[in-house]
């Protein structure tokens, strides 16, 4: 049992450039969000899924996409990477109903634009 | 919406002894669970506590407690028997019920357990 996975741990980015962070739980967890965690910010909510097909803007989803296509997988695509999208990103899930307050996070992900 | 303030970005403590983190928060909605989250330096996190707003009693996990005062929108934690394994950053959070299981995080408070 894995639990919630991250893909990658740490990754460079130019600005302008584009990539996807990966995110897969094998909980068959119905929520899945995505969060980034700035220095002195605490951690804010970028995008969230209640299930497949379904997702929803958070409080800062500027520069991000997400797209739900499974139940497993929630990527987090930044389309045109830019300085301030330097941050770690984490990503969380858990059940809907009984036990959706306990949240599952993955190791995080550190990016860097330069 | 809802905010959570934590009102002290640092604190130290020496081992064995007592420390409270404070965290205030504020919402109109009336049922709602409350965290408290530490991230060590692997920076994975780390659930320590919660509180589920319509419970008067305050949670409690073997050296963690809380004062949860739900009119005051307080929620403190209590370390007792610091260790040096509690050195942390350490996160309030707030999570409206029912919802869609999404956290508003406080700021975070870094804790230093000295020996």
């Known amino acids: 049992n894995a639990g919630v996975t991250q893909t990658p741990k740490f990754q460079v980015l130019k600005t302008g450039q584009s990539m996807t962070l990966q995110c897969a739980q094998d909980?068959?967890?119905?929520?899945m969000s995505w969060y980034r965690q700035d220095p002195g910010m605490g951690l804010r909510l970028i995008h969230y899924s209640v299930g497949a097909g379904i997702t929803d803007q958070g409080e800062v989803p500027n520069g991000y996409n997400v797209s739900r296509s499974t139940t497993e997988d929630f990527p987090l695509r930044l389309l045109s990477a830019a300085p301030s999208q330097t941050s770690v990103y984490f990503c969380a899930s858990s059940y809907s109903g009984a036990g959706a307050n306990v949240l599952t996070f993955g190791a995080g992900s550190r990016l860097t634009v330069l | 919406a809802q905010t959570v303030t934590q009102s002290q970005p640092e604190m130290s403590v020496q081992e064995a002894e007592t420390v409270t983190l404070s965290c205030t928060y504020d919402?109109?909605?009336?049922?709602?669970?409350l965290f408290w989250y530490k991230q060590p330096p692997s920076r994975q996190m780390i659930l320590v506590i919660r509180q589920e707003a319509y419970k008067q009693q305050n949670a409690t996990e073997n050296r963690f407690s809380v004062n949860f005062q739900k009119a005051a929108k307080s929620f403190s934690l209590k370390i007792s028997d610091s260790q040096l394994g509690d050195t942390a950053m350490y996160f309030c959070?707030?999570?409206?019920?029912?919802?869609?299981?999404?956290?508003?995080f406080g700021k975070g408070t870094m804790l230093l357990v000295s020996p």
């Open positions: 919402t109109s909605e009336n049922n709602y669970y």
């Open positions: 959070a707030f999570m409206k019920n029912p919802g869609y299981s999404t956290l508003t």
């Open positions: 909980m068959n967890h119905e929520y």
